[in-house]
């Protein structure tokens, strides 16, 4: 649309196309969550220090914006996003057809100095780009707090009426929310609409005005000219200190954290610096985010781990191959909250024969009692669940690394599992489980209450205690 309308009026190349335009707006957009979002991460380490910081991060933000809208906009003659993308702001001359193109071709910095903003433009314009959104996010945040409250209780929430003795502030806040819950939705309402006409006035050639704000400050946005450029570079030239000042008088130094050098010299620089600091840093975190949520770096670390050939886990205090007849090893003494491996037959009952085809159960370190644990499979069988020893369902990891049907894990966790509730009572159950320790304990008949342990809240392998119970379980996508 605006090719066909520069081929009735002509080509004007100063003029920013309206998706320049909405670039830089949604770039100016992205700088207040993205430093929150730092900020947040810094009060995670330094609470003491920078959360009153973050609690405040609005008024803050809006000074700082303040500080650097104002020099971006005497020295570059545009807000800061607008000088990254080329672009700076100009009183509209009042001139029938609102341009000077003779003017503009034969004297090119004659017209910047002309339509260059003077001290009061700078301000409407600072009132525009920092005080206007910081007092749209404020209402925004308040209509989310009070509306919300209108909707769910509805007609009840009418019973917040004003009291006949109230207070100054009670009034001021009463009205307030007020003006949040009647009248806020229809100023904001106007709000968008009007950006959205002057959006497609400006598309259509028809103002030179991309927002009604600028229209009721008399500025608009123009791209940066030759001219521009020069007057820029002069700016930023440093400027030459003659010879007979050369040497600093009594008194003056000429350190860089001296005042006069700190305004002068590290102040301008270090705000022109952020023309790449900042946008470089949005780039860097839209990429993070994009990193992140996407499936790009789920696929790296998958070719990565294909030729990766990982062992089985290990069971702590088990020994590796059977243990000896003659010898006896030394028993092992485990730390608190932890499960100790039984190795020698003291703590058996004195009927029960030592038996060295399969190792002794472990102990608690509560209890003394033997825990019930099931053995883990060797590879050739890791489809199977140690539970039940059938075909995995759901497969189900637990903290220890070992996989299990999810039902099997879960009711064991629990401590209701078919095969611990038939252990538990001295049985085979009805799936015809056989227990090492039947054949350890079977000279002793009935229940196993008081002498063993179920398992309940362990890991069904290791006799590990699971952190966080059933919570802590895993599923494994295969």
């Known amino acids: 649309m605006e090719f066909i309308t520069s081929l009735q009026s002509g080509l004007d190349e100063h003029k920013p196309s309206l998706f320049e335009l909405l670039s830089e707006q949604q770039l100016s957009s992205l700088i207040p969550p993205s430093l929150r979002y730092l900020l947040a991460l810094a009060t995670h380490r330094h609470p003491r220090y920078l959360l009153r910081v973050l609690n405040s991060f609005d008024e803050v933000y809006a000074l700082l914006m303040l500080a650097v809208e104002r020099h971006y906009l005497h020295t570059y003659g545009g807000s800061f996003t607008e000088n990254f993308y080329g672009l700076k702001r100009e009183r509209v001359p009042h001139i029938k057809g609102g341009e000077a193109r003779r003017v503009q071709l034969a004297v090119p910095s004659l017209l910047r100095e002309t339509l260059k903003l003077r001290s009061s433009d700078v301000w409407k314009n600072l009132a525009v780009m920092v005080g206007l959104p910081y007092l749209k996010r404020k209402l925004d945040e308040s209509y989310d707090i009070y509306a919300p409250q209108a909707a769910i209780f509805g007609p009840s929430y009418s019973r917040d009426t004003l009291l006949p003795n109230a207070t100054i502030r009670q009034r001021i806040f009463y009205y307030y929310k007020w003006f949040l819950r009647k009248v806020y939705p229809s100023i904001n309402l106007a709000y968008y609409f009007s950006l959205l006409i002057f959006n497609l006035a400006y598309l259509s050639s028809n103002t030179s005005h991309s927002s009604p704000f600028l229209f009721l400050i008399g500025t608009r946005i123009r791209r940066l000219s030759e001219a521009d450029h020069r007057a820029i570079a002069q700016v930023l030239q440093p400027s030459q200190v003659p010879s007979s000042r050369g040497a600093p008088r009594p ?76 010898t006896e090893p030394p ?12 190795s020698t037959p003291s703590r058996r009952p004195s009927s029960i024969p030592k038996v060295n085809s399969k190792p002794s159960p472990p102990i608690s370190t509560h209890s003394n009692l033997p825990i019930l644990t099931v053995s883990p499979h060797n590879p050739s069988m890791s489809a199977l669940c140690p539970i039940c020893l059938h075909p995995m369902q759901t497969p189900t990891a637990a903290q220890t690394g070992y996989v299990f049907c999810y039902q099997c894990i879960f009711k064991w966790v629990e401590g209701n599992h078919d095969r611990q509730v038939a252990f538990m009572e001295g049985s085979h159950g009805a799936e015809g489980w056989g227990e090492d320790s039947d054949r350890i304990e079977s000279e002793i008949d009935g229940s196993r209450e008081g002498r063993w342990e179920s398992g309940k809240g362990r890991c069904a392998v290791t006799a590990r205690r699971l952190l966080g119970g059933t919570e802590g379980l895993r599923r494994v996508m295969v």
């Open 251 to 326: 008194g003056q130094t000429t350190s860089i954290l001296a005042p006069r050098t700190l305004f002068t010299t590290v102040y301008p620089r270090l705000l022109s610096s952020l023309k790449i600091l900042l946008p470089a840093s949005i780039f860097a975190l839209k990429f993070l985010e994009w990193w992140h949520a996407s499936d790009f770096a789920n696929q790296l670390s998958r070719k990565a781990a294909e030729g990766l050939d990982l062992p089985p886990p290990a069971i702590s205090g088990l020994a590796a191959g059977p243990p000896s007849s003659t």
């Open 331 to 342: 028993p092992t003494h485990a730390p608190t909250n932890s499960v100790a491996i039984s």
